[in-house]
């Protein structure tokens, strides 16, 4: 493992930057997108994960591969150079969870749908997609410095780190945040909204 490329991936700040992508753009979707769009991106979001549910209910192990995917493609698209991608997908998810907090739950108040629905299982899946953000834009800001020749840190230690740092940290995190998600967060949205 490189310690310079991991000491990159916990950095202030890229873990900033990757909080910021989904916090800025959650508060963005909460407080900028009108209710026709908003219904629009919940039913397409909605869609999207129809895969995880069976009768109604979310299955784990389908809960579990849908995030895993996501986060995998958040380290991923930091092998393309100067865009910075993986901010980019957190912008898109921190939008979701501020549109869903908007109008998922009409009637019910954001902070209490927020508590109950987000919170329990998003202890887990937020800091491993912040994470997995992070190890994207490093390994995107490491390949920028690589182009201009200003860093030498080879490429078989950035995915190393990478790898080793998903496997230790996001894949754990997801899997605790599936099982809450599935048989924890709907007793407690059920017993408190």
């Keep these: 493992m490189n310690e310079q490329f991991r000491q990159r991936i916990f950095s202030k700040r890229m873990m900033t930057f990757a909080i910021l992508s989904i916090v800025i753009t959650g508060f963005l979707g909460y407080f900028l997108i009108d209710a026709k769009t908003g219904t629009a991106m919940m039913e397409e979001f909605m869609e999207s994960v129809d895969h995880i549910f069976t009768d109604g209910e979310i299955k784990v192990f389908p809960l579990f591969l849908n ?4 986060a995998l493609v958040m380290v991923l698209t930091g092998f393309i150079p100067f865009i910075y991608f993986p901010a980019i997908i957190g912008a898109v998810n921190g939008t979701i969870i501020g549109v869903a907090l908007k109008f998922a739950g009409t009637g019910i108040a954001p902070l209490k749908l927020f508590l109950a629905g987000i919170l329990p299982h998003g202890i887990f899946e937020i800091p491993a997609l ?26 078989g230690d950035i995915l190393i ?5 998903y496997v230790k940290y996001i894949i754990p995190l997801l899997i605790v945040a599936a099982f809450i998600e599935t048989y924890i967060t709907p007793m407690i949205l059920g017993r408190f909204l």
């Design 67 to 70: 995030n895993l995917t996501a």
């Design 130 to 155: 912040i994470l997995a953000i992070a190890i994207g834009l490093s390994i995107c800001h490491s390949l920028v410095l690589k182009i201009m020749g200003r860093e030498s840190i080879p490429m």
């Design 161 to 165: 780190t990478s790898a080793i740092t």
